[in-house]
């Protein structure tokens, strides 16, 4: 008989129940097992009952921040293991150096694409192993925007760190071509829409001024109906619309007319 597998289990440190709620979606979707906490302090206590084999975590949260909580769980022999992704803008870039001094694994940037998510966390698991073959734990002091900052985190998880940053980057990058290129594409298609309101305006402007110049009391000969245009020249009625207005005149006679002047060839 087969072996169940049991499923990977995730924490999420979270105060935003939004936040919560979206990425335990996006989780479960995706078969990972997932329970969630809402500041460091709880978070703290929940992995000492229960060890998740990733932790992701928010920085900026109430009573413990993310930064704080990687810094405890790697100062715990037993805790250190478990990877943890730190969820931030990556508006200020002295969240990359608290990254590495509290020993974070990998960085996220919020918002994020779900697919995006998904392998950064397969990369993480794809990456422990080489992880505990390394056992380099050197302390190195660094200065960055006059401040000092000591960073004892080994060298692949820097290189892990600074290269999910970098690969962040890239993402956002392309976020924001592709957001570019809508703004143009409806940029062009505002612009076709203004060009083909503008040709509407002119028929109606055309429309308007023939309208106008058939309003008003029209002089006509009420002997052979001919109409005095404005330079009082007289026009066959025919003549005088056709030249105003978009329309043609075919010739008839009508019954009235047929049997007052043809009496002998229309019965």
């Known amino acids: ?38 500041n460091g ?5 929940s992995v000492r009952n229960k060890k998740p084999d990733l ?22 022999p037993v805790l250190k293991p478990i990877p943890v992704m730190l969820l931030t803008s990556l ?51 660094i200065m960055f925007a006059g401040k000092n900052y000591f960073i004892n985190s080994d060298r692949i998880q820097i290189i892990d760190l600074l290269l999910s940053t970098y690969e962040n980057a890239i993402q956002k990058n392309s976020e924001l071509k592709k957001t570019h290129n809508d703004l143009i594409s409806v940029y062009l298609q505002l612009e076709q829409k203004n060009i083909e309101l503008e040709k509407l305006n002119h028929h ?3 429309a308007l001024t023939e ?30 619309m056709a030249e105003r207005i978009d329309v043609e005149f075919t010739h008839g006679i009508c019954p009235s007319c047929a049997s007052k002047y043809f009496p002998n060839v229309i019965p």
């Open 91 to 141: 508006s200020n870039p002295e969240d990359v150096i608290k990254g590495l001094q509290s020993g974070a694994d990998n960085f996220l940037t919020k918002p994020y694409e779900d697919t995006f998510l998904i392998s950064c966390i397969r990369y993480i698991f794809a990456n422990q192993e080489l992880r505990k073959k390394n056992t380099s734990g050197a302390e190195v002091e």
């Open 41 to 45: 302090a709880k978070a703290l206590k």
């Open 1 to 38: 008989m087969m072996t169940k597998t049991k499923p990977i289990y995730i924490l999420i440190v979270e105060d935003s129940p939004t936040q919560t709620k979206l990425l335990r979606r996006i989780l479960e979707e995706n078969n990972y097992s997932v329970d969630s906490e809402t």
């Open 211 to 240: 309208v106008k110049t058939l309003s008003g009391l029209l002089p006509i000969c009420a002997h052979c109906k001919k109409i005095r245009d404005d330079q009082g020249y007289w026009s066959q009625i025919e003549t005088y």
């Open 55 to 76: 932790i992701i975590t928010d920085i900026v949260m109430p009573e413990m921040d993310g930064f704080t909580l990687c810094k405890e769980l790697k100062s715990d």
């Open 204 to 206: 109606l402007q055309q």
